[in-house]
């Protein structure tokens, strides 16, 4: 499924989707106020009305800890655990299964081994994936994933 970055339209896809996931990009564009955050807050309110699902797996949660942790600091990182702890979503933890999956998906494509848990956690739920990260690009191009594409610039 292609996906214009520059609207965030995507092909063949429902007008409004059963299930997305949001990749690390995505959730830091929402909680730091990112140019993205506005259509990850529309995403998010759709799930609390129930008109559908959103997902993040558990790795790319780590990396929005980390990334928070370092840039500022251990308090700032809790704070923000705390703030996607009451957002409808579904956390996915990782089996066996979705690691050999993401190692597949990082052995064929140029993304990061975090970015490929949520390439695994949306093709297993035949979701959405909303980011802005590039490195989407060539598994989108392929058909691999369906990605709405986020701004990458501050509002």
Not at 28 to 39: D, S
Not at 63 to 85: D, F, N, Q, S
Not at 91 to 111: C, D, E, Q
Request: with cysteine.
């Amino acid at each position: 499924m292609r996906c214009s970055p520059s609207t965030g339209e995507h092909a063949r896809v429902a007008s409004s989707p059963a299930a997305y996931v949001l990749d690390s990009f995505a959730l830091l564009a929402y909680l730091e106020g990112e140019a993205g955050m506005p259509r990850v807050r529309s995403v998010l309110e759709g799930a609390e009305a129930k008109r559908h699902t959103v997902y993040l797996s558990l790795i790319n949660l780590g990396e929005v800890l980390y990334i928070t942790e370092r840039e500022r600091g251990l308090v700032a990182a809790r704070r923000a655990l705390g703030a996607v702890e009451q957002l409808p979503l579904e956390i996915v933890g990782v089996s066996r299964a979705t690691v050999l999956a993401a190692a597949h998906i990082k052995a064929r494509f140029p993304i990061s081994y975090a970015d490929a848990f949520a390439v695994v956690t949306a093709r297993d739920r035949a979701a959405l994936v909303v980011t802005g990260d590039r490195e989407f690009r060539p598994l989108a191009d392929a058909g691999v994933v369906a990605v709405t594409w986020l701004p990458r610039r501050r509002p």
